[in-house]
């Protein structure tokens, strides 16, 4: 008889997951592999359309604006309704902006902020209560290399990601004693439609992608699948002692210090 041992159990068998903009890019790729792990996930995004007809039968997706708390409480108590549970709560969704200090006024301040910052502060206020009633509780926050390093034209979205990093540690904080883990990722400049927007929207958009794969240590972009990997282990079991971390997936952008290449 040739030894077949029975496959292991699904590692996020059982649990629930729900991620913010979660229908394109970092979310979906993270959805997915959620999914893959054995989790059932609602995706909720601005745009949940956006969803490939493949990936319909997999995830649940749920039209949900982060930047309007009666649609997160009404997006976040429809999924647990459809799921039966909370356990993970990816807050994803985010948008970027350009300029130094003096280029953009108050209102776009105002509305970066709101989507980056108090966008996760929603779904995390309407998320909690389901939190507490789980016995393995996550919330993992997509943060970025931008909250640790100063990047040129990019004040706004830094400014934005900053506050997203502090959330992370002092949440990590509040909730511990309630069993519910808070971290998050940092990842560099990773290969999503974000970036394909806005290398579209450069005057040489080859020399910018160039550029944007100069900047990376490893030479080229991070991968969606690549921060999904690292969302999906600190909203896993296996990181039940993993909390008030930021996990850098960005190709080395951030602690290394590479002299330039001989030649
Ligand atoms: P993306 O544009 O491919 O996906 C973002 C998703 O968020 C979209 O589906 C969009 O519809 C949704 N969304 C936007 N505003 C929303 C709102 N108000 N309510 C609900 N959903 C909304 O972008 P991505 O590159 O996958 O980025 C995902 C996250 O990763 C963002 O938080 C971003 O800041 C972060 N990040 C991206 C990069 C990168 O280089 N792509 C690097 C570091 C961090």
Do not use: F
């Given at each position: ?42 995706v ?11 990936d ?24 647990v ?11 994803n969704?985010?948008?970027g ?86 971290n998050?990722v ?19 958009p ?58």
């Amino acid at each position: 008889m040739p030894y077949t041992p029975a496959p292991p159990p699904l590692e996020l068998g059982g649990l629930a997951a729900v991620v913010t903009g979660g229908a394109s890019g970092i979310g979906l790729a993270t959805a997915l592999l959620l999914a893959r792990r054995g989790a059932r996930v609602a995706v909720l995004d601005l745009d949940p359309d956006a969803l490939p007809a493949a990936d319909r039968d997999t995830l649940i997706a749920l039209r949900c604006d982060v930047t309007d708390d009666a649609s997160v409480r009404a997006a976040v108590a429809e999924a647990v309704n459809r799921l039966g549970a909370l356990d993970i709560l990816v807050n994803n969704a985010g948008i970027g902006a350009q300029g130094t200090v003096a280029d953009n006024d108050d209102a776009e301040w105002q509305r970066v902020l709101d989507v980056n910052v108090l966008g996760m502060v929603r779904t995390a206020r309407a998320a909690l209560p389901h939190l507490r009633a789980s016995r393995h509780a996550a919330v993992v926050n997509t943060c970025s290399v931008a909250a640790t390093a100063g990047l040129p034209q990019r004040v706004l979205y830094s400014a934005s990601k900053g506050a997203v990093l502090s959330l992370t540690l002092a949440m990590a904080a509040d909730h511990i004693r309630e069993g519910i883990r808070v971290n998050c990722v940092n990842p560099g400049t990773a290969d999503t439609p974000w970036i394909d927007r806005l290398l579209s929207s450069a005057d040489d958009p080859a020399a910018e992608r160039t550029a944007l794969h100069a900047r990376q240590p490893t030479g080229r972009l991070v991968s969606a699948e690549e921060v999904a990997a690292a969302i999906v282990y600190l909203a896993s079991p296996a990181a039940a002692s993993v909390t008030g971390t930021a996990l850098a997936v960005d190709g080395g952008m951030q602690g290394l210090r590479l002299r330039p290449e001989a030649g």
